[in-house]
């Protein structure tokens, strides 16, 4: 059974940075794709960023481009997100998912298991 669990979430000034941590059971973690994907109030889940399995190239949002970093540690089952410059606008329940292929993606069809989220409040 895969597990995700996320941690980092928190509050935080406009301008600001967090670390938002997503660690994964699993024996064929470092193979497959992870995405972060965020769903603020009234709104639909949408991506963020996506880190693939194989060669760990990083795809992002336009919205978070030059802001957020996303990165994986395979002998942790770790993939960080670090956001940076922080907006009111980021404020969102920011999700972790795996897929089971390597290939990232931004769809949340695409994905297969979800970890329960970690809340993001950015204040102005």
């Known amino acids: 059974q895969v597990q995700l669990v996320e941690s980092g979430g928190g509050l935080v000034q406009a301008g600001g940075s967090l670390t938002l941590s997503c660690t994964a059971s699993g024996r064929f973690f470092s193979t497959v794709a992870i995405g972060w994907f965020r769903q603020a109030p009234g709104k639909e889940r949408e991506f963020a960023a996506a880190?693939?399995?194989?060669?760990?190239?990083?795809y992002y949002a336009d919205f978070v481009k030059g802001r957020f970093t996303i990165s994986r540690d395979n002998a942790k089952n770790t993939v960080y997100l670090q956001m940076n410059s922080l907006k009111p606008e980021d404020t969102a329940v920011y999700y972790c998912?795996?897929?089971?292929?390597?290939?990232?993606?931004?769809?949340?069809?695409?994905?297969?298991?979800w970890g329960q989220g970690t809340q993001v409040t950015v204040s102005s």
């Open positions: 880190i693939s399995g194989s060669d760990t190239n990083a």
């Open positions: 998912a795996m897929r089971t292929v390597s290939n990232a993606g931004s769809s949340r069809n695409e994905y297969a298991y």
